[in-house]
Each structure stands twice: as C-alpha cells, then as structure tokens.
C-alpha cells in the first residue's frame, strides 16, 4: 500500500529493513536503478550509494537505527545508477514496532534534472586520465603550479597544459571554479584531505602518455 502511494508521484521508494537491506521497491526506484525489482530486492541499499558518500550516509542510517535520531534528509546526494551518478535528495523515515525497534526504513530518492555536461563528465567516455587526476586534486587543494609540477615531476608548461583541459572538459573559466565543479559532481572522497579523486572517474592508467604530452609543452623537458 505504501509503495503504491509514491507511483503517481515519480518519487523512488526502498523498503529496508534494519540491516539496510532492500525488501520492496516501487516502480520508479526501479526505472532509476535501470533494474527489475527482482535484481534490486535483497541487495544491500549501500550498493545504490556513490562512493563519495557512502559512508557519511550509513552512518546517517545507522544513527536513525540505533539511537533514534530524526528522519535522514539530504537534499543533494548522489546515487550510483547504471556506474553513474544521479544527484537529487534522499529521505529516510524509520517505520517502528510497538517496542520502539525499527522494524524497516522508507527511502525516498526524488532526481534532480540532470545537466547536459555532467552527464558528459561522468560517463565512462569522460574519466580522467590517471596524470589529469592528479593534477585535478592538486588544485583542489590549492597548490600552485611551481608545488604541482615538482610533486607530479612535470615542467610548469605541462601543469598548465594539464589544467587548461580540465578547464575545457568541465566548462569552467578558473581553477577555482573548476575544485568547486568536480565537488558538486561528486569526484571527490568526503571527508579526505588532501583531496583525492574516487577511483570509479580515473580511467585505465595512461599516466605514461599524459606526461609525455605534458613535457611536450615545455621544449627543455
């Protein structure tokens, strides 16, 4: 009955039970795993979780389980559907048996409209060479391009030429800009420092090859 509550909505509906193990999903969960309902019952809810927030959710979960803290809300979480990520905002509401236990949780999933150029970044035709990575968490972190390119062992033209791409790539003007983009995209691990990109957006090493374009910039390399 509740599940065929949230059909008309377009809200995706897990049923849990207390070990966050999936029991029941309505249609439109299943149309955004892009699964049977077959294949989604009895996996583990944390399967459907992106990386970058995996763990900050359980433990949002496993708070709302065991010490009876409020409903879980995040309005804007990532998903990991068909190995991509799908933002949008994620409820959770503990349904409890007459003891005070919580005998199964309510998720809710509701997408965001997704935008043409994360799609494009997040698809597996746009990972990041294992040498660009590097240098996108370098300027996360704020290093200059002298500290960049003595860590990556690469002339301060090859860094350059590396961050151009990356600005290119993600449609952004600055490196500040281009940190707070691939944040919002969910590359980055929470909760690390220095900042390091998960390993689902860094493509088959190629780090050979990016260097030697790299030093290509710089006609004394």
């Not at 500040?176 to 390993?199: D, E, N, Q, R």
Request: hydrophobic share 40%; with cysteine; charged share 25%.
């Amino acid at each position: 009955m509740v599940l065929s509550l949230f059909e008309r909505s377009g809200v995706g509906l897990a049923i849990l039970d207390p070990t966050l193990r999936i029991r029941s999903v309505n249609n439109a969960f299943s149309t955004q795993c892009g699964r049977y309902p077959d294949d989604i019952c009895d996996r583990s809810f944390a399967e459907f979780l992106h990386p970058s927030v995996r763990q900050y959710v359980l433990r949002q979960f496993g708070r709302l389980v065991q010490e009876h803290h409020a409903p879980v809300v995040s309005r804007s979480i990532a998903m990991w559907f068909h190995d991509t990520a799908v933002s949008g905002k994620l409820a959770a509401f503990p349904v409890r048996d007459d003891s005070g236990r919580v005998k199964m949780i309510m998720a809710q999933f509701t997408p965001e409209e997704p935008a043409d150029d994360r799609q494009e970044l997040v698809g597996s035709q746009r990972k990041l060479t294992a040498l660009t990575a590097k240098v996108l968490e370098g300027v996360a972190a704020g290093d200059p391009t002298v500290r960049l390119a003595a860590k990556l062992f690469l002339s301060r033209q090859g860094v350059e030429y590396h961050v151009s791409i990356l600005l290119r790539q993600f449609k952004v003007p600055n490196r500040t800009a281009l940190a707070a983009k691939a944040y919002s995209m969910g590359m980055f691990s929470i909760g690390c420092w220095p900042p390091k990109i998960l390993p689902e957006y860094i493509r088959p090493d190629r780090q050979g090859t990016d260097r030697t374009r790299g030093a290509r910039q710089d006609g004394s390399d």
